[in-house]
């Protein structure tokens, strides 16, 4: 898979890219029990529910489709960050991802979803296969961490590793959350363009890449 599957699609959606769009927004919305095939192909357009078992065996085949098709690109893009890591160390690979990430993020915003509710499974096997394909994610953030350099301990990498996933994974899966706390529409543009603005100075301070403002104690403000 090329880096060209970062990009908005032009050509015409297939039979299947429509079956695996119904059920990522299904899956994401339900979680894996709470979805029916039948429910799948009605919202893929099919005419009967065996049109979708000509492309995938079963649900769980088709849960593990919607899964790597999201998570994929995502991998590939953080093992370019490696890359780039392992060849500048000490330089800042996110500033080179950070908005390819964001903007796939923004076009696929059912993916934080889906993650965070397969998270949420107490099937052990569905957690299985979370975790098998989010290994690798997890594994290149790591080598891209300790490639950044930064004032981090080796010890702390896995906790930051967690801060900017959910930092990064964390505002699009809790949009309507945060529609209710905030008052405001956090999936219009002018709220994806303030988080990319505060994600970027965020990122930059938690690797250590751009200065921490002080805090001025309230007692030092008075004197």
């Known amino acids: 898979m090329g880096t060209r599957a970062l990009a908005a699609r032009t050509e015409p959606t297939s039979t299947r890219d429509g079956i695996l769009d119904a059920a990522e927004r299904r899956f994401a919305a339900l979680g894996f029990s709470g979805v029916s095939m039948r429910e799948i192909a ?27 098709r999201g998570l994929g690109p995502v991998v590939e893009l953080v093992t370019e ?22 903007d796939y993020l923004a076009e696929h915003p059912h993916l934080p979803r889906l993650i965070q509710r397969a998270g949420l499974d107490d099937t052990r096997s569905l957690r299985a ?3 098998r394909f989010l290994r690798p994610l997890y594994d290149k953030g790591l080598e891209v961490l300790a490639g950044a350099g930064g004032h981090w301990e080796p010890a ?47 990122v930059s301070q938690l690797l250590g890449t751009a200065p921490i403002p002080r805090l001025v104690s309230s007692r030092r403000r008075r004197t």
């Open 81 to 102: 960050a490696s890359v780039q890591a392992m060849a500048a160390p000490g330089g800042s690979p996110a500033d080179a991802v950070l908005d390819r990430l964001f």
């Open 156 to 202: 702390d990498l896995p906790h930051v590793a967690a801060g900017l996933y959910l930092l990064i994974f964390g505002y699009f899966a809790n949009t309507a959350l945060l529609a209710v706390v905030a008052d405001q529409d956090a999936e219009s543009p002018a709220s994806v363009a303030r988080q990319r603005r505060f994600l970027k100075t965020a």
């Open 42 to 68: 009605t919202d893929a357009g099919l005419r009967n529910q065996a049109s979708l078992y000509h492309h995938f065996r079963d649900k769980r085949a088709l849960y593990e489709a919607v899964l790597w």
């Open 129 to 131: 296969t979370l975790a």
